[in-house]
């Protein structure tokens, strides 16, 4: 009876610790109290869809200095590694010299982190939370969360940036009527 007893003392303490240590962001939705879907558009490259993505805030206009999240609903396979290459060349498309061949390296890595390889119907969701950084989840699971806010800003810029390379997306992202 007591080695029972002692067993599920341990069993419960343990259960403790890991509510205790679960953040209080178990979902992307915690990191941005009050969301709504402010836009939402399709990408597609030599006319093959590659996503669905949508912008959620509870503010709306987008407004800086406010969290947002930007889900990502892939039609198609995509490797990790496009999607990590992809990134960088945009941010170093748009970005010029402003970032180190060194500080675009260690962003790699940790995008390497961040993703996973796709199929059609895998749902990845990047939070901005100004000053801090940004979250990725796949599905409602985090995947990585990279503490550095400038890289948060020239990631997010790849679709909010007006010299991004689809500004009819950025537009519908932003709830812009045409």
Not at 30 to 43: C, K, R, S, Y
Not at 64 to 88: C, M, T, W
Not at 95 to 108: H, K, N, R, V
Request: with cysteine.
């Amino acid at each position: 009876m007591s080695r029972t007893l002692n067993v599920m003392r341990g069993c419960c303490g343990i259960g403790l610790w890991a509510l205790l240590l679960t953040p209080t962001w178990a979902n992307w939705q915690d990191a941005v109290p009050g969301a709504q879907i402010i836009g939402t558009g399709d990408f597609s490259v030599f006319g093959f869809d590659v996503y669905n993505a949508r912008m959620w805030s509870a503010a709306r206009p987008l407004a800086d200095g406010q969290p947002f999240a930007l889900e990502l609903i892939y039609r198609r396979n995509v490797s990790r590694d496009d999607l990590v290459k992809a990134s960088i060349d945009e941010i170093k498309r748009m970005s010029g010299a402003s970032i180190s061949p060194a500080q675009l390296a260690g962003w790699q890595t940790q995008m390497q982190q961040s993703f996973v390889d796709v199929q059609a119907g895998t749902r990845i969701t990047g939070v901005y939370l100004p000053g801090q950084g940004a979250r990725f989840f796949v599905g409602q699971q985090l995947q990585h969360e990279i503490d550095d806010p400038q890289f948060a800003r020239a990631f997010f810029d790849i679709w909010l940036d007006p010299r991004t390379r689809n500004p009819e997306l950025r537009q519908q992202l932003l709830g812009v009527k045409p």
